[in-house]
């Protein structure tokens, strides 16, 4: 177990799960991870600071690698599921839970598995753990963004143009010429009878994703496409997203490590999903032998 950190109340485990079933109902009962973490922050009236605070490990902040494990969690009680595009969405039971419920998610199944481990801890110790933190300590998203960060900026760059070209694109092509306002490549998106010159940056920051990035993104696309799109392992800060969708400037789309992740894993780029094989005995045809 991992030495407990300074982490702000509002950033508590518990004190997340209420929050997250909020804002999963404001949007209808179902929503994507980018829609619960806004809705989130905006219940919690999150600073900017707070939620650009890095994680000790992988390329995510804590307030994502947080609502991750609180997702997790939720749906370990059957209160949200989640489909292959990475949207959430609550079951009858997410429907029914109270506030007093959502509280007591962590502790109660970290409890359930950790009596079920038979660990030799004191009932103390174990409470306290129970709600501090969740038992699992690595997400195949950590994994992943791990790996993504040991390969050679050629090769991420290679990366984003085989998911752009997976995501219908066409004419991908990188460009990597320095000094070009962060152009990395440009392709075509066509969408029925209309395609759409997009220019796209992939970058592999250290920390958060700042405003101005964004702005001199915009200001080297201006003229040259129709689109833009800025792809990173990191994250991107509040400011950066409210720049992403100013009024009276081209809107810029952005992908940060998370999202990354989700594409590669729907177009099974370098993921595999497992399925787990259940087998069901049909006494009926025993019986009728």
Known sequence: MPV??????????????????????????????????????????????????????????????????????????????????AVWSLTDVGDKITETEARDVFRKVNAEARASEEEETSAAESEAVAVASPIEEASWVDRLLEVIGTISP??????????????????????????????????????????F???????RWKGSVGASVVRDFRGAMVGRA?????????????EARREATRDGAPAIDLIDGESLCQLLKERRLGVGVQMVEEIAVDEAFFRAI
């Open 197 to 203: 010159q997009v220019l796209f940056q992939c970058k």
């Open 154 to 195: 050629d090769a991420f760059e290679r990366l984003a143009q085989r998911l752009l070209r997976e995501s219908g694109f066409t004419k991908v092509e990188v460009t990597g010429k320095s000094g070009d306002g962060g152009i990395d490549g440009i392709g075509v998106l066509r969408m029925n009878l209309v395609s």
């Open 4 to 85: 407990p950190r300074e982490i702000p109340r509002e950033l508590a485990y518990p004190e997340l799960v209420w929050p997250t079933i909020l804002a999963i109902r404001e949007k209808g009962g179902s929503a994507s991870i980018e829609e619960i973490e806004d809705g989130v922050a905006r219940l919690l009236q999150l600073s900017d600071e707070a939620l650009a605070a890095p994680h000790t490990q992988g390329s995510r902040t804590e307030f994502q690698y947080r609502l991750a494990w609180v997702r997790t969690y939720l749906k370990k009680i059957d209160a949200l599921n989640n489909s292959a595009r």
């Open 226 to 238: 129709d689109k833009g799109l800025v792809i990173t392992t990191s994250t991107f800060t509040a």
